[in-house]
T-cell receptor
Framework: GDSVTQMEGPVTLSEEAFLTINCTYT??????LFWYVQYPGEGLQLLLK?????DKGSNKGFEATYRKETTSFHLEKGSVQVSDSAVYFC???????????FGTGTSLTVIP | DSGVTQTPKHLITATGQRVTLRCSPR?????VYWYQQSLDQGLQFLIH???????AKGNILERFSAQQFPDLHSELNLSSLELGDSALYFC?????????????FGPGTRLTVT
């Protein structure tokens, strides 16, 4: 079945460091891919998405490219801030948007 | 604030009991998704309803059931509760089931089974 595997955390970085969180997926057909972020005590929020191969999703300085050849959707940010401290979830949906699969989440802490 | 409301915020109950969690989607959203978040299993998709009809089932136990009412709010019923059912339960809503349609998550209901 469809699934998502993402880098385990926790990840601790200094402010202004480069961030990469790896995400790979297994899916039949052509899924859509997402990154969601969960701040402490809150629900998940969509960070970015890509719906087809080679699409790049971007938002708030974060980027991820849908790579069909490597079945990956790695999250990157060039310079993290303390306010980026949160849990990040990689997810995919089937083509019809009926069913979603989430990774286990990667906790990021950015220290000043 | 995502516009999705969930009640109650916290729920403490005993094993063997039955509880109902409620979700009101954002105004205009027809799809409601339910998820279970636990420390050991991450975020698990449970079930999806669109405009009152069930669209997809994920890892939902037979002891759990859900429905979406004509006013589009949804309820998740959990019965014969076990300690392992303790988790954070989220609902999310979207305009439609289209894959590109963004899901908006509620703040969650924390269920503790003692």
């Amino acid at each position: 079945g469809d699934s998502v595997t993402q880098m385990e955390g926790p990840v601790t970085l200094s402010e202004e460091a480069f961030l990469t969180i790896n995400c790979t997926y297994t899916a039949t057909g052509y899924p859509s891919l997402f990154w969601y972020v969960q701040y402490p005590g809150e629900g998940l929020q969509l960070l970015l998405k890509a719906t087809k191969a080679d699409d790049k999703g971007s938002n708030k300085g974060f980027e991820a490219t849908y790579r069909k050849e490597t079945t990956s959707f790695h999250l990157e940010k060039g310079s993290v801030q303390v306010s980026d401290s949160a849990v990040y979830f990689c997810a995919l949906s089937d083509r019809g948007g009926n069913q979603f699969y989430f990774g286990t989440g990667t906790s990021l802490t950015v220290i000043p | 604030d995502s516009g999705v409301t969930q009640t109650p915020k916290h729920l403490i109950t005993a094993t063997g009991q039955r509880v109902t969690l409620r979700c009101s989607p954002r105004s205009g959203d027809l799809s409601v998704y339910w998820y279970q978040q636990s420390l050991d299993q991450g975020l698990q998709f449970l079930i999806h309803y669109y405009n009152g009809e069930e669209r997809a089932k994920g890892n939902i136990l037979e002891r759990f059931s859900a429905q979406q009412f004509p006013d589009l709010h949804s309820e998740l019923n959990l019965s014969s509760l076990e300690l392992g059912d303790s988790a954070l339960y989220f609902c999310a809503s979207s305009v439609s089931p289209q894959a590109a349609s963004e899901q908006y998550f509620g703040p969650g209901t924390r269920l503790t089974v003692t």
